[in-house]
């Protein structure tokens, strides 16, 4: 994950990027989940498709009808993917109860369910963007059952 402000922000507070990211989440989660829903790139592709993302279950069912143009480009592809993952994991935290975004010490946030299972959900967004699998839809169908 590279967002610049964020990084900064971490790096003032903690040497650890897993500990600072983690801290920057207990002191703001409300502004953590926003920062982490922004996805731009993700909604850039869904606006070009017609698409609006409203953060919703279905939003989802959409995302994964879209054409892989951005497969063209090998630079590209892991940066979408990883805002995929960002977009699934916000509509989990908005749509599945107890579901929550922590962060593994490494720095990698993920989405812990009410049940204590996690989710690496940018892990699942790169490979959706690189090979279309698993669909997102799938991932958050998997998520809401617990």
Known sequence: MNIPFLANWINRHETDRGAGLAAALADDPEGINELFAECEMLRAQARSAGLELDESPRSLEEIDQLMPRWRRDPEITPWLGNDAGFYLGTVIIRSVPGAAWQVWPNGQPMIRL???????????????AMTGSPELSQAYAEASEG
């Open 114 to 128: 009410a049940s204590g299972r996690e989710l690496n959900v940018v892990e699942s967004g790169v490979s959706w």
